[in-house]
């Protein structure tokens, strides 16, 4: 109704402000992107749009604000969306907020609020969305069933002609399925799209109707009013009849109430699979994107799921998501742990902007069960917290910090209750902690958590049935250490960064061997920490072990961009030591290894051949190589 309106009235107003306010995040982000189209403080708005700062997305905001609140701008319009509850009612602290602080304080323009909440009357005159009338609920109902209306009075199925001619049907029926619906828009709507689907009678699905109806009444606690129960009974009835006839699509259904109801899209799923395809429902939909929209067509026919114009989005009405949830809370847990397997993978692997938003009420929802629950798997099979570490670095990475310290050291402390405080699981909860400290320049506490992840066994106890082995995760350690060495040479500590490389070069050699390419990486790191410090000498030492080791890795004579650095730097070593004949002959390694790889004109052909010309400069000799 609100669309219709604003597009019916839109020339009344001087703009429509259609704002999401599911949570102030995403109000924001709305403000933001209308500043942009509005062209509202365009000094600084051309990177606002794109930014993940806090500040630079609460200025814009507040720019939009400020545009309202002019005196010649008093003909606007806004349109919150999607407010279905009042500040304090939220059971997400990540959603909670308090929408009069986003209404402009000039009195003046137009304010609509969208909403379920009876708290949020108090804001404004309120209008209740009432029944329809009976003559508009018997359009709506044949209208969308396919039944017209004769001139005799009388109803004709369209469906049913094309089975038996001219099939007339009770004109009484149609009337009763109306009321027994209590004229309710999308009762009706619901039950005219179940009839178009399976060519039921009116009097089929007052039967089926009325089945269900009394089923519910005695199992829903808390049924509020024949008004919701008579909406939710048409809801079950196509669930019911998708699930006997299209199990998938009906699991797609059940897993969905644990995402957010707006914005399902393939890439969502696609990019969630990966270490979670033991999921046969996963499998099914990520095969293709034909696949899964053939998965959707079901709930798009049935009318539980409906498309964005001209995008591959899809979403479920407010009061279908929140329904199903309800009827999804004490089913199978393994859905809503697929969920958050799924948003917790994604928000690691997801790099562009744009998708990082559209992951981001997803998990809001996963968030909200994180501490709201226990979610936890009763054999301990899999780390079901770890991916909670995904939904926190995606938090990172749109700027929300705050909220990313609180979901990790909940997952923290998790870990720690089920595993212990040297289980490899909770050592990641700690460096992913750790990295977050560092972001925010809490240095101190960042070293801290690192070295906390650090010490433990190289080793850790993994259980398959009665049997437990003890298996090694260099990965892990490694990741730990290069941070710890990030951590020292942004302080300008090179002689601990040395040895956290060190360390590194120790740890990968006893597990992976030191030719492995991760070992390898750590020595030529060493080499360059060397240089920075003045110790020509060792750094020469090491470069030339991790040259050998490279040879034997990718074999004698090959050249990579690794083996032309560390020719590089023992040039340069050599050439700091004033041994003018060893650097010219190994700056003409590295020539002859920049040749091959970037040819004459590259930045590192041309610095290797400057090198060359200040040696033979040095030496008295000929310059130009």
């Known amino acids: 109704m609100a669309v219709a309106y604003a597009r019916a009235h839109h020339r009344a107003y001087s703009a429509i402000l259609w704002l999401n306010g599911e949570s102030r995040f995403t109000l924001l982000q709305s403000l933001v992107a209308f500043s942009k189209r509005a062209d509202i403080d365009q000094s600084t708005n051309s990177t606002v749009t794109d930014s993940t700062d806090p500040q630079d997305i609460e200025n814009s905001a507040q720019a939009v604000m400020k545009w309202l609140t002019l005196e010649d701008n008093d003909k606007w319009l806004i349109i919150f969306d999607n407010v279905d509850q009042a500040y304090g009612e939220h059971t997400s602290i990540l959603q909670d907020y308090d929408i009069s602080s986003f209404l402009p304080p000039a009195d003046q323009g137009y304010v609509l609020i969208i909403t379920r909440s009876s708290s949020l009357c108090d804001l404004g005159t309120s209008t209740r969305l009432g029944n329809m009338a009976p ?248 780390d079901l917290y770890s991916k909670f570490t995904g939904i926190a670095t995606l938090y990172q990475n749109l700027g929300i910090r705050d909220e990313a310290e609180k979901i990790l050291q909940r997952v923290l402390d998790t870990e720690e209750d089920i595993w212990g405080l040297d289980h490899i699981h909770t050592r990641q909860a700690k460096f992913y902690l750790g990295n977050l400290y560092e972001q925010q320049g809490r240095l101190k506490e960042a070293e801290k958590m690192y070295q906390g992840a650090l010490n433990a066994p190289d080793v850790q106890p993994v259980s398959h049935g009665s049997v437990e082995e003890w298996v090694p995760h260099p990965a892990l350690t490694l990741a730990i250490l290069r941070s710890l060495s990030h951590l020292y040479i942004g302080k300008g500590w090179l002689g601990k960064a040395e040895e956290i490389n060190q360390q590194a070069i120790d740890h990968n050699t006893k597990f992976l061997g030191f030719d492995h390419p991760w070992t390898l990486e750590a020595a030529k790191k060493v080499g360059e920490l060397r240089m920075r410090q003045g110790k020509f000498a060792e750094a020469l030492d090491i470069y030339e072990s991790a040259f050998d080791g490279y040879e034997r890795w990718v074999g004698k004579g090959l050249v990579t961009d690794e083996i032309w650095t560390i020719r590089h730097n023992q040039g340069v070593c050599l050439l700091n030591q004033g041994k003018w004949a060893e650097a010219e002959e190994m700056c003409g390694k590295a020539l002859d290894a920049a040749l091959v790889l970037y040819g004459a004109d590259d930045e590192q052909t041309r610095m290797t051949v400057s090198n060359i010309d200040f040696v033979r400069k040095m030496r008295g000799g000929t310059a130009g190589a």
């Open 135 to 382: 003559d508009q609920a018997l359009e709506l109902l044949c209208g969308r069933s396919g039944i017209s209306r004769s001139t005799e009075g009388t109803y004709i199925c369209q469906q049913f002609a094309l089975r038996e001619q001219n099939q007339r049907l009770d004109t009484m029926n149609i009337n009763r399925l109306a009321e027994r619906l209590d004229y309710l828009l999308l009762a009706l709507v619901q039950a005219a799209m179940f009839i178009r689907m399976t060519s039921t009678t009116c009097h089929g699905y007052l039967n089926i109707y009325d089945r269900l109806w009394s089923t519910l009444a005695a199992e829903v606690a808390g049924m509020p009013d024949d008004r919701a129960g008579s909406i939710e009974a048409t809801w079950m009835i196509s669930y019911n009849h998708v699930k006997e006839t299209n199990p998938t699509s009906a699991q797609l259904l059940e897993l969905w109430a644990y995402l957010d109801h707006y914005d399902i899209f393939y890439e969502l799923f696609l990019l969630g699979s990966e270490n979670t395809l033991g999921s046969p429902l996963l499998k099914q939909i990520v095969e293709s994107k034909a696949n899964f929209e053939s998965i959707l067509k079901p709930l798009l026919a049935y009318s539980l799921a409906e498309s964005f114009e001209d995008s591959q989005s899809y979403s479920l009405r407010h009061g279908i998501h929140d329904w199903f949830s309800k009827t999804c809370r004490h089913g199978d847990i393994g859905m809503n742990i697929l969920a958050i397997f799924i948003i917790g993978t994604a928000g690691l692997d997801a790099d562009e902007k744009s998708m990082q938003r559209r992951l981001l009420p997803h998990a809001n929802r996963c968030i909200h069960r994180l501490f709201n629950s226990k979610i936890i798997a009763q054999d301990h099979s899999f």
